[in-house]
């Protein structure tokens, strides 16, 4: 069994794009049984999920109504393989050195949830299956193949 690869989604208030990335990335890691799993947060965490946020993951089967937003952390980031960044530099700042990816030209959640989750998802996506065929790469040459 390959370790568990953690990614850390981040943006500036942890309650809408690094969520949506990170429930849908939990969402596509459990149901292809892969060693996958994301957390998100922000340094300005908003007090509750926006409504849009939540109404919008619910029409795609993701329910987050219980989540609170996450203060981003020296300490939540010491897992993560990976970052992957909102407009955010706090992750960076926090967890110098850790690979960082910048998602930085998503659509706003606020302007158009659809729109947002369609950038969100295919970036999600293309990562996991970038992540999967590492691991199975790092596999092969662990057992000399």
């Given at each position: 069994m390959?370790?568990?690869h953690?990614v850390?989604?981040?943006?500036?208030?942890?309650?809408a794009?690094?969520?949506?990335?990170a429930?849908?990335f939990?969402?596509l890691?459990?149901?292809s049984?892969?060693?996958?799993?994301?957390?998100t947060?922000?340094?300005?965490?908003?007090?509750?999920?926006p409504?849009?946020?939540i109404?919008?993951?619910?029409?795609?089967?993701?329910?987050?109504?219980?989540?609170?937003?996450?203060?981003?952390?020296a300490?939540g980031l010491?897992?993560?393989?990976?970052?992957v960044s909102?407009?955010?530099?706090?992750?960076m700042r926090?967890?110098?050195?850790?690979?960082v990816e910048?998602w930085d030209?998503?659509?706003?959640v606020?302007?158009?949830?659809?729109?947002?989750?369609?950038?969100?998802a295919?970036?999600?996506?293309?990562?996991?299956?970038?992540?999967?065929?590492s691991?199975?790469?790092?596999?092969?040459?662990?057992?000399?193949?």
């Open positions: 390959n370790p568990m953690n850390a989604f981040v943006c500036p208030h942890g309650s794009k690094s969520l949506i990335a429930e849908y939990n969402r890691a459990r149901d049984g892969c060693a996958l799993a994301a957390t947060s922000g340094p300005e965490p908003d007090p509750e999920v409504s849009n946020v109404d919008g993951l619910l029409n795609h089967a993701i329910d987050v109504r219980g989540y609170h937003p996450t203060m981003i952390s300490t010491a897992d993560a393989d990976c970052i909102f407009a955010c530099d706090a992750g926090l967890a110098p050195g850790k690979p910048r030209d998503c659509p706003a606020s302007d158009d949830f659809e729109i947002a989750w369609r950038f969100i295919g970036h999600v996506e293309r990562l996991i299956k970038r992540l999967e065929s691991a199975a790469t790092a596999t092969r040459l662990e057992q000399g193949s």
